[in-house]
């Protein structure tokens, strides 16, 4: 059975960094990876995406400061986020598309930037 587990999540201050992490388990067969967010009292949005042509895509208010990457010796998907600003705020999820096409979702990662 396919599980997603993120880490990472904390607390920041504006222009700090975080990385978060997803690690799969049960398959590496994925067919897309990616990172949504939900910002309180907001829709659950699309943060970067990648895919197994190692294609990559961004929501263009994280463009230049987010990086998403995948680790296949670790089996994870990962976010580096940079530059933080309050608006980053939110609950991150880490999403992965199977060959078999499942999608999956993990529990989720609490993310605050706040002075």
């Known amino acids: 059975q396919v599980k997603l587990v993120e880490s990472g999540g904390g607390l920041a201050q504006p222009g700090g960094s975080l990385k978060l992490s997803c690690a799969a388990s049960?398959?590496?067969?994925?067919?897309?990876m990616a990172w949504y967010r939900q910002p309180p009292g907001k829709e659950r949005e699309l943060v970067a995406g990648?895919?197994?042509?190692?294609?990559?895509n961004y929501a263009d208010s994280v463009k230049g400061r987010f990086t998403i990457s995948r680790d296949y010796d670790q089996n994870t998907i990962n976010l580096q986020m940079d530059n933080l600003i309050p608006e980053d705020t939110a609950v991150y999820f880490c999403?992965?598309?199977?060959?078999?096409?499942?999608?999956?979702w993990g529990q989720g990662t609490r993310v605050t930037v706040s002075a």
């Open positions: 049960g398959s590496r067969g994925f067919y897309s």
């Open positions: 990648w895919s197994n042509t190692e294609a990559t």
């Open positions: 999403n992965a598309v199977h060959w078999n096409a499942q999608r999956y």
